[in-house]
């Protein structure tokens, strides 16, 4: 992580987490009252429910994934296509 501070890490992380709780439940609830309203299968209704969970948790990786610079060890792949013509 580099010349990062302890306080700085403490930072996103608590910043992350009331995002990603906030997010969860917003998303849970309207996954709730979408079922409700869409569905009459109690089954269904769950269902609705997990998606709106997944969708907020989603969400909010994808927010926070870019606040801890995680870089992949390996460099890209650059392909080389050549073409002859024939």
Known sequence: MGNIRKEEVDAK?????DL?????I?????GAFG???LFRS???RWASV??????GIGSAYS????LFNAQDPSPPIQ???????T
């Open 13 to 17: 992380w608590d910043a992350c987490a």
């Open 20 to 24: 990603t709780l906030r997010r969860f």
């Open 26 to 30: 917003y998303s849970t609830l309207a």
């Open 35 to 37: 079922g409700l309203l």
């Open 42 to 44: 109690p089954t269904s």
């Open 50 to 55: 997990a998606f709106g969970a997944g969708v």
């Open 63 to 66: 927010h926070c994934s870019p």
């Open 79 to 85: 392909l080389k296509i050549e073409y002859n013509g």
